[in-house]
């Protein structure tokens, strides 16, 4: 990977200010105690169209979307970003069961695709630098 630069970390800090947003604090505690659906159904029950859930899950996922896009184009440094946002995996962990089913729903292929691949790319990273490290994560937070 290539060396993090001062515009990473700028464009991180930047991130973490958009984290403290009120709003976006409220919608990523509700979604990290409450969001673990297993199909559409689920997310129907927990996040009907119009509710304020539905608005949370839509602002965290496509938050970590937003920002995982900008490891995917190359703007932001890869190593840098898993080091500070393991809240993306959560995100990316909860989404993985209902993600087919939502892009059926929506028609859109690509939702979510840079939060998943990075994720992936985070998921691996974090498999070579400790073996078993993404697996007991995923048994602590529920995935």
Known sequence: MNQAT???????LRLYDI?????????????????????????????PPG???NARMRMVSTYWDMAASFVASGVLNPELF????????????????????????????TFLQNLETVAQQYSDYLNKVSPGTVDAFVARIGG
Request: proline fraction near 4%; glycine fraction near 0%.
């Open 82 to 109: 898993f080091a500070n946002n393991r809240e993306m995996l959560v995100v990316a962990i909860r989404m993985r069961p209902v993600l087919s089913e939502i892009r059926a729903a929506y028609q859109d292929p």
């Open 19 to 47: 984290r403290r947003e009120e709003k976006m604090r409220e919608a990523r505690s509700w979604f990290v105690a409450n969001f673990k659906p297993k199909s559409m159904a689920d997310i129907h029950q927990l996040c």
């Open 6 to 12: 001062y515009d990473d970390a700028n464009l991180l």
């Open 51 to 53: 509710s304020e859930n």
